[in-house]
Structures are given as structure tokens and as C-alpha cells.
T-cell receptor
Framework: DQQVKQNSPSLSVQEGRISILNCDYTNSMFDYFLWYKKYPAEGPTFLISISSIKDKNEDGRFTVFLNKSAKHLSLHIVPSQPGDSAVYFCAARGNAGNMLTFGGGTRLMVKP | GAVVSQHPSWVICKSGTSVKIECRSLDFQATTMFWYRQFPKQSLMLMATSNEGSKATYEQGVEKDKFLINHASLTLSTLTVTSAHPEDSSFYIC???????????FGSGTRLTVV
């Protein structure tokens, strides 16, 4: 049973526009959520995170929104840049430990 | 800070041989290291959690005798794929911590190809 899901395997966006990546989870015990960016043959790089006590966290062009009642979070990138093209993973952490549960990833392509 | 070095970055081995992958925390002490595996176009799947000085905890379906994990020091954990077979070909990634606010830093991964 997938506890963290990213239902869109890919997303294509024009440079300068907004990219919205979505993530849903089922485990209500998750209390911390993270977004990672990953290039092929490299390890994930941390992007931004949000605690379950917040509903929004912003860092430059990246904003993460959390809707606890819907068990849904999203990552907004604006404006999108070609260098943002990568696979984005959302991950969730429970309060019982530091183990991360990853979603399946969304491949973002930002076209010039 | 919080750099995790993983070696080798890629390796090709013959079926039946063993391969060792190293994960080092360069500028911090890692009491916990996680080992993940990623198949093409799939998510990162946790294989095992290792705490320094104790036996690793393996996820369901991961053979502990096949994937040997050693975490003998606070800066080094190793994953040995024993008697590798082509189906073990995958991308293996470690993460180490806890460190900083976000907890864990990932290594750069190891691409294993078994021929």
C-alpha cells in the first residue's frame, strides 16, 4: 500500500510559468513533509520542507502548501526555469522515527 | 556542511560476485544511515536502517543475507551485495544523519550493473 503518492508521473511547463507538483498521503501519523529534486544517477537534493503544524512554507521561487484535512501537499515553482527540469519526489516522515517514505516522483520538464 | 560521500558511483560486476558500496559522512557523525534502492522510473525504496554499533533493521522483503550492512563507525556504513545477480542491478543510495534541521543528507548514489 503506497502511503505517499504522486499521481502525475510527468509535467511539462513553459519557462516563466508556474509549475505545480502534487502529492497525496494516507498516513495521518506523518508530521513532516519534504520535497527533493533528483537528477539521473545522482542522489536526491533537499529542496523545501513543511511541518504538519503549518500550511505554507516559502523559500524563494519554491512554495510548499499543506492541506492536512485533504492529506495533500503541493510544490509551486514560480517562475519555472529550464534548470528546474528534474524528477521531484515528495517524502513524508512519521513522528516515530526519521525514516522517510517517498512518493513515486514527478518528472518536470521546463521548456525554454 | 553535511556532506555524504558514496563510492563507487558506478560499478559493473559479473553475476555471482560481491560488491561493496561505501557511504561516508565527511563532516559530521552519523548515528543512523539509511540504504535505499531505486529501479528505473520508480521511487526510492527503503531497504534498511542501520544504527552505529548495532545490527541493521531490514524492510520487509529485503534479504539480510544478500544485502549485508555494516555500520561500524559514526562516519562509515557499507552495503555489500553478495552473490549479485542481474536482477540486483539498480541504483543504490544512502542517507546519513541526523544533521541540521532537515535530518538527513543523501549520498550521490551508486549505479550497480550485474552482467
Amino acid at each position: 500500500d503506497q502511503q505517499v503518492k504522486q499521481n502525475s508521473p510527468s509535467l511539462s511547463v513553459q519557462e516563466g510559468r508556474i509549475s505545480i507538483l502534487n502529492c497525496d498521503y494516507t498516513n495521518s501519523m506523518f508530521d513532516y513533509f519534504l520535497w527533493y529534486k533528483k537528477y539521473p544517477a545522482e542522489g536526491p537534493t533537499f529542496l523545501i520542507s513543511i511541518s504538519s503544524i503549518k500550511d505554507k512554507n516559502e523559500d524563494g521561487r519554491f512554495t510548499v502548501f499543506l492541506n492536512k484535512s485533504a492529506k495533500h501537499l503541493s510544490l509551486h515553482i514560480v517562475p519555472s526555469q529550464p534548470g528546474d527540469s528534474a524528477v521531484y519526489f515528495c517524502a513524508a516522515r512519521g513522528n516515530a522515527g526519521n525514516m522517510l517514505t517517498f512518493g513515486g516522483g514527478t518528472r518536470l520538464m521546463v521548456k525554454p | 556542511g553535511a556532506v555524504v560521500s558514496q563510492h563507487p558511483s558506478w560499478v559493473i560486476c559479473k553475476s555471482g560476485t560481491s560488491v561493496k558500496i561505501e557511504c561516508r559522512s565527511l563532516d559530521f557523525q552519523a548515528t543512523t544511515m539509511f540504504w535505499y534502492r531505486q529501479f528505473p522510473k520508480q521511487s526510492l525504496m527503503l531497504m534498511a536502517t542501520s544504527n552505529e554499533g548495532s545490527k541493521a533493521t531490514y524492510e520487509q522483503g529485503v534479504e539480510k543475507d544478500k544485502f549485508l550492512i555494516n555500520h561500524a563507525s559514526l562516519t562509515l556504513s557499507t552495503l555489500t551485495v553478495t552473490s549479485a545477480h542481474p536482477e540486483d542491478s539498480s541504483f543504490y543510495i544512502c542517507s546519513a544523519g541526523p544533521v541540521g534541521v532537515h535530518g538527513y543528507t543523501f549520498g550521490s548514489g551508486t549505479r550497480l550493473t550485474v552482467v
